[in-house]
């Protein structure tokens, strides 16, 4: 084992990795461009989604927002509507308040310093690394989850990449070993490798071209690398919905901030510490109040959707779908009435999209 002040133990990996990128590196379609306003784009999106999946969201927002300026003047629900599906929808709101700090504070111009870079809102150390280097060519190096792999294994350093030291500490030796003449090739080859070869569950340790001087490989270490120290605290949350129709018009609401899927649509949502019945939920005081004035209310159909996980949390969700005789004054100072077939012009989380999409289906 290693630690990373242990300087015998380095080695420049650059020159290997620029060369195997040369060669093997993915022809994505941001990496045609030298524009930092795509760039951007495109490390937003890749946050927190395979390149896969973001390659068509990128495609789609890039058509529709070809420029900073077409996106800040966007409105929240346009960009949460094209976002759908891609999750952590915090990405988007910052997406279109960047966009507009870049047209207000720098006419339009899109930064290519990191310094100017970090100040925009959802750009932390990574991304502005990644849009300065590729973009501005200069010397920062980005340092991503594939990165943070590729330094421990090639290094066998035990270090936690997620404790504030390790962070540090891998921040610095990730400097070290850029290639500042081409800070945004090595960058994006170091990605794409961590990506594609030493990946987190078998890596092509035969393919690479480390592979001789890999101190992971050589110690046996691979599948332990890179260490984890903290844990992160996963909470259960238990969401009854309730998908109350009247005269073919349901109801949502926008969620607020503070919580997660801020600026999202949902029908009534009802929050219990566990599971529950309706039975007990129609004598919740929010359900009472909501359907005193509503006239017959009629329970048509529940659905249990599988444990919904998100980073933090996991989202156990039932769907109820219920038939009112008339929205009462309550549910109409709470939720918005909307035609019952237009759902599919709101911004929606992806666990209420996979509740419509099996409605379609006839759960
Ligand atoms: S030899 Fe294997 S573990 Fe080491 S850098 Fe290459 S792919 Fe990663």
């Keep these: 084992?290693?630690?990373?002040?242990?300087?015998?133990?380095?080695?420049?990996?650059?020159?290997?990795?620029?060369?195997?990128?040369?060669?093997?590196?993915?022809?994505?379609?941001?990496?045609?461009?030298?524009?930092?306003?795509?760039?951007?784009?495109?490390?937003?999106?890749l946050q927190q989604t395979r390149v896969r999946q973001g390659t068509a969201y990128f495609e789609r927002l890039a058509a529709r927002f070809p420029d900073v300026t077409s996106l800040a003047s966007a409105t929240e629900d346009e960009v949460l509507r094209l976002w759908q599906g891609l999750g952590y929808y915090s990405r988007a709101r910052n997406l279109r308040a960047a966009a507009r700090e870049v047209v207000a504070r720098f006419g339009g111009r899109f930064p290519v310093r990191y310094d100017e870079l970090r100040t925009l809102p959802g750009v932390g150390d990574y991304t502005a690394a990644a849009v300065a280097s590729i973009a501005g060519g200069e010397p920062r190096a980005a340092v991503d989850g594939n990165a943070l792999r590729v330094l421990a294994r090639v290094f066998d350093l035990d270090l936690p990449v997620d404790t504030a030291a390790g962070r540090r500490a891998f921040a610095e030796l990730a400097?070290?070993?850029?290639?500042?003449?081409r800070p945004g090739v090595y960058n994006q080859a170091v990605m794409d490798f961590g990506a594609t070869v030493c990946t987190p569950r078998q890596p092509a340790c035969a393919e690479c071209p480390l592979s001789g001087r890999c101190l992971a490989l050589g110690a046996g270490t691979v599948g332990q690398r890179p260490v984890k120290g903290g844990r992160t605290k996963v909470r259960d949350r238990w969401f009854h919905y309730l998908h109350v129709c009247s005269n073919e018009r349901t109801l949502l609401r926008r969620r607020g901030a503070g919580d997660i899927w801020q600026g999202l649509y949902e029908f009534p949502l009802i929050e219990r510490e566990g599971a529950t019945d309706y039975a007990d939920l129609c004598g919740d005081a929010c359900f009472t109040e909501?359907?005193?004035?509503?006239?017959?209310?009629?329970?048509?159909?529940?659905?249990?959707?599988?444990?919904?996980?998100?980073?933090?949390?996991?989202?156990?969700?039932?769907?109820?779908?219920?038939?009112?005789?008339?929205?009462?004054?309550?549910?109409?100072?709470?939720?918005?009435?909307?035609?019952?077939?237009?759902?599919?012009?709101?911004?929606?989380?992806?666990?209420?999209?996979?509740?419509?999409?099996?409605?379609q289906k006839g759960w």
């Design 1 to 45: 084992m290693n630690r990373i002040s242990d300087d015998s133990s380095l080695f420049p990996i650059a020159p290997a990795l620029v060369e195997w990128y040369a060669l093997r590196g993915r022809d994505l379609p941001w990496r045609r461009t030298r524009d930092p306003y795509l760039i951007w784009l495109s490390e937003i999106i």
């Design 175 to 181: 400097q070290q070993q850029l290639d500042a003449e």
């Design 290 to 359: 909501w359907f005193a004035g509503a006239g017959t209310v009629r329970l048509l159909g529940t659905s249990v959707l599988p444990p919904h996980q998100l980073s933090h949390q996991t989202i156990h969700a039932v769907f109820y779908r219920i038939e009112a005789e008339r929205f009462s004054a309550e549910l109409l100072r709470d939720f918005l009435p909307v035609a019952a077939d237009s759902l599919g012009d709101y911004a929606v989380s992806r666990l209420t999209e996979r509740y419509l999409l099996g409605l």
